[in-house]
């Protein structure tokens, strides 16, 4: 971000030129507080997330702007992409990792990665071949085969955040599980895939190119999982090993919030996919370390985390709102506003037909080796699925800037188009299909209708401050230090739900007898003597 790199000058002190930023810094924090504000004033609406509150500021604020500039400028900040993938992504896929329900996530985890995966893959080819065979009917620029490709990874990336806001995860645990996961595992897919097109040359392009971009993904996937793995177990040892918590909880909550950075930037240096990284960093971390740190240090990660996550969120879309009406870029586009338009239809057409093409596909195909009838996925939640998967958001934002802009600015005719475009598929997926999106769910799972797979899903959590955010799914439903119990289903029942020698069955086998005992987890209490953990243990003795 250009306002920060010349906050301060060689000497210490602010130039005049470096107050201008400072206001500009004020300003946007002042909007970011506004969001969270008007966001809560809406809580009991519903219709209205805290995303299409941040666009619909971002979009008053630079409507604002251009009145006051006299229509030179509608944001206060010039976008960079680094800004976007080095500071704002890392928390919000961490958080995902630290809350997701595990047991969920990997009953399903086949599933997922056909629809982030394979899924993706089949949306990013028909949008990319689609692009080519429409776009040079339009002529909007001389674009390369290397851009269109691009566009397919660019609108592959989805955004289900509205989706999940509307979605109970204790009602439609399966439907919950498969919108989330497959949401993380997309956006690593479209960024790997995007990454790949750059790094390969595209001018003499074969079947061997082909088997290299795929050999090249499965590689980044299982690398980056096993780091993301590897750190967060790390990060348990030592917490573990060295009981920071009697002397300072505060270095307890920075080793953790260190270490969680740690792997994404690790990846990035390596040339793996921090987003997959950080993601099972937080996945372990969840599972390991947080039990190892003390009460209060519990409480605070877990807050931390979310409130880091939930800041990144509204940070990106309240700048895209802005972007939105920045002039110059819609100067290039003003002598064809039609063909602009068109662009932007057709795009969200291709985005549709390849959600449409994977979704009720690989769900029929996954359907096969369900043998369970709860466990498969019926036609109004596929219709679910693919609905949650239309909306395009802050990934999709940043690799269109990576691709069609140099330093925020677009020189070019079609580049200048695809931004504009970028943006309208953005805004219109995000805020139309976001406001339509409770009442569509409400209609195809009418609340009243308890979803059947409650009996084989983990036990609902207590809506409560204190109740933590991290959906375990463990055996045991007591939280040392958390002083909740939830009640557990009949043992008959369970029986018949699930099958007891299941991978998860051998899972925990193996992880009690040989992986908590080096690395802690549910049922390790750091002792502290004075502490509330020593507290609350000995009361419960």
Known sequence: MDL??????????????????VVSINIFVALLCACIVIGHLLEENRWMNESITALAIGLCTGFFILLTTGGRSSHIMIFSEDLFFIYLLPPIIFNAGFQVKKKQFFRNFMTITLFGAVGTMISFLIISFGSIELFKKLDIGPLELGDFLAIGAIFSATDSVCTLQVLNQDETPLLYSLVFGEGVVNDATSVVLFNAIQNFDLVHIDTGIAFQVVGNFIYLFISSTLLGALTGLLSAYI??????????????????ILMAYLSYMLAELLDLSGILTVFFCGIVMSHYTWHNVTESSRVTTKHAFATLSFIAELFIFLYVG?????????????????????????????VMVGRAAFVFPLSLLSNLFKKSR?????????????WAGLMRGAVSMALAYNQF???????????????????????FSTVVFGLMTKPLIRL??????????????????????????????QASDFEEGSLIVTPRPPSLRMLLSTPTHTVHHYWRKFDDAFMRPVFGGRGFVPFVPGSPTERSVHGWQ
């Open 405 to 427: 802009t140099r330093s925020g600015h677009t020189q070019l005719h079609g580049n200048a188009i695809m931004i504009t475009s970028t943006i309208t598929v953005v805004l």
């Open 444 to 473: 195809l799972l009418p609340s009243h209708a308890k979803s059947s797979q409650n009996a084989c899903s983990e036990p609902s959590s207590p809506k409560s401050l204190l109740s933590p955010l991290l959906g375990n799914g």
């Open 239 to 256: 917490i573990k090993k060295l009981y920071f918590g009697r002397h300072s909880t505060d270095r307890e909550v920075a080793i953790m």
């Open 374 to 386: 709860n466990e498969k996925i019926d036609f109004k939640q596929q219709v679910t699925i693919w």
């Open 322 to 350: 802005m972007d939105a009406l920045d002039i110059e870029k819609w100067k290039f586009v003003s002598s064809s506003p039609g063909k602009s338009i068109s662009v932007s239809a057709i795009l969200l057409g291709l």
């Open 4 to 21: 920060l790199s010349s906050l301060v000058s060689p000497g210490g002190r602010l130039s005049t030129s470096d107050h201008a930023s």
